[in-house]
């Protein structure tokens, strides 16, 4: 069984959906874009101010057909169809910078018609495409490499115990309660991740923070039966994860 995951810019989830996975992207596209339409239109955000980013292996004529009709896309090209690109040397990389794990990207802008609809292309090693030219090289390919981070967090959250109990009438459908459990996890951890407000912090990052908060319960005045909980001592990494969460208010009084 295989799992769709719509996220917002911010890495938040906003729609799921189940499907075989015996079929392929390619036919699942139709269906699913519709699903993700009605989905964006339930949360009244203007379809046209929407661009969607995906992988290759969900592009044809008509599936890049149905997304312009609506909202604007990021893509990439299977390299089937622009081999010649991958021919330009890499002197003529006229762009480069450092991504978000501090590797140099370099790229090289060009336009191009492909499924029938004229695009600009940011090229790399992966040849990303858009319909919005106002676009920059950076911005394209940035676009598109931001899949990767959904994927990085399933990854990671697919071992982690989030909710430490069996879940009840669970004989049948054991895959898709999997899933519902990883995309909630996804959702708790990237909107947290969206209070704090902090770029360079991942949900690993953010977890490893978490664990590292501990309380005890200390009576402090001799001959007294009360205590009051206290926060350990925390680093200041953790202390500003702390402050920005507002977990403070949640200690008992």
Known sequence: MGVGLTTSNNNIPFHTITYSSNVPDVSLFSGLFDSICKRVEEIEIPLKEMTIVFDRGMDSTDNIKQVLDKMHVVGALPSSICKDLYQIPLPDYEEEWENGKKNKVKAHLIKGTWYEKEFLLGMGKTVAFTDKEEFTTKEIVEMYDSRNMIEDDMKWLK???????????????????????????????????HLIDDQELTIQMLSSNLEKIRMGLVNNRKGEKSAEFVVEEMNKETAEIFAKLQLGKYIPS
């Open 159 to 193: 071992d982690k115990l989030l909710i430490p109990i069996k879940p009840v009438y669970a004989r049948k459908g054991k895959d898709k309660i999997s899933c519902v459990s990883l995309c909630n996890g996804a959702l708790l951890y990237n909107y947290l991740l």
